[in-house]
């Protein structure tokens, strides 16, 4: 499926939940890229998930800001791919820094930069300490096995409804 037609399924599944996240936060590798950034060379062209584009340009075309939170030690690598994969300047925010704090410190100074609260917040990454210790923050958090795709996004959007609809009856737009 290529990036417009995961766009446009995208876009038809944002269009089904009536509440929205603000802010949608990926981690970089093994969530929108296969590989870890730290073992790869600045002069080879990167690739992303193959609905990852598709989602980002979705989310974008929606109103809704997108985020980077990446613990990779080689962050001058990270932010050259996202150069050369054109996307750099879709994220509002791109916290990429070797932590040990589980992601905590990245989605904190996330907060701090868009002033989005941690409830309006949607996060995506591949490890599971770090889907814990940002859930304890009241960020809505989604583990991902094999990358962002389509199945992941809808899973994200109905556990965020669902957490988020009772307090809530309006679209992220209103």
Not at 37 to 48: A, F, G, T, V, Y
Not at 91 to 107: N, P, Q, Y
Not at 131 to 160: C, H, P, W
Request: net charge negative.
């Amino acid at each position: 499926m290529g990036d417009d037609r995961v766009k446009e399924e995208a876009l038809r599944m944002l269009g089904l939940f009536q509440v929205l996240p603000k802010l949608v936060v990926f981690d970089l590798d093994y969530t929108l890229w296969p590989f870890y950034c730290e073992c790869r060379s600045k002069r080879e062209m990167p690739s992303l998930y193959p609905h990852a584009k598709g989602i980002l340009y979705a989310l974008k075309d929606k109103g809704i800001d997108v985020a980077v939170a990446s613990r990779s030690p080689t962050p001058d690598i990270a932010k050259t791919f996202l150069d050369k994969l054109g996307i750099q300047s879709m994220f509002v925010a791109k916290e990429i820094f070797s932590s040990w704090t589980h992601k905590t410190e990245h989605l904190q100074r996330i907060h701090h930069r868009t002033g989005i609260p941690f409830k309006s917040m949607l996060f995506f990454d591949d490890e599971d300490r770090n889907i814990e210790a940002v859930s304890k923050m009241g960020v809505t958090s989604i583990l991902v096995d094999d990358g962002v795709n389509l199945e992941e996004l809808r899973s994200g959007l109905q556990y965020y409804y669902s957490t988020n609809s009772a307090s809530s009856n309006t679209k992220q737009s209103d």
